[in-house]
């Protein structure tokens, strides 16, 4: 079983706006060298999930953890994401694709952005 990260977040008509989700997916190629990680987009950029994770699958990975890089699990979590990963192991039958929690649940998150807001208070970059 070859492993892969698809990285998803919501996109924006900016393509400044993908900047800090790109440099998301650099560090983690950089802290994980050959795990291939790929970057997809709800709407407005791409490429979309499904088109995204083909890529992975194309490539080889067989196990692939998809991460919403969303602060919460609203709508678009809870009710887009799920069709679209249908539509996913529709399209990748041999392929298993695994939902985590959105990023912006997970403790060290959380504690990361608390740790931001004192620091902003505070004066520091």
């Not at 970057?39 to 407005?44: D, G, K």
């Not at 039958?93 to 695994?98: I, K, N």
């Amino acid at each position: 079983m070859l492993p892969g990260l698809l990285l998803f977040a919501h996109g924006a008509r900016d393509p400044q706006w993908a900047r800090p989700f790109e440099a998301v997916a650099e560090r983690v190629r950089l802290a994980r060298p050959g795990l291939p990680v790929a970057l997809a987009y709800l709407e407005f950029m791409n490429p979309g999930l499904v088109e995204a994770g083909v890529q992975l699958v194309g490539g080889g990975c067989t196990d692939v953890a998809v991460l919403p890089l969303f602060l919460g699990a609203g709508g678009h979590v809870r009710k887009d994401l799920p069709l679209l990963l249908e539509r996913l192991r529709a399209a990748c039958p041999g392929a298993r694709f695994g939902l985590l929690p959105a990023v912006g649940e997970i403790d060290s998150v959380v504690a990361a952005m608390a740790a931001a807001a004192v620091a902003a208070l505070e004066g520091a970059p």
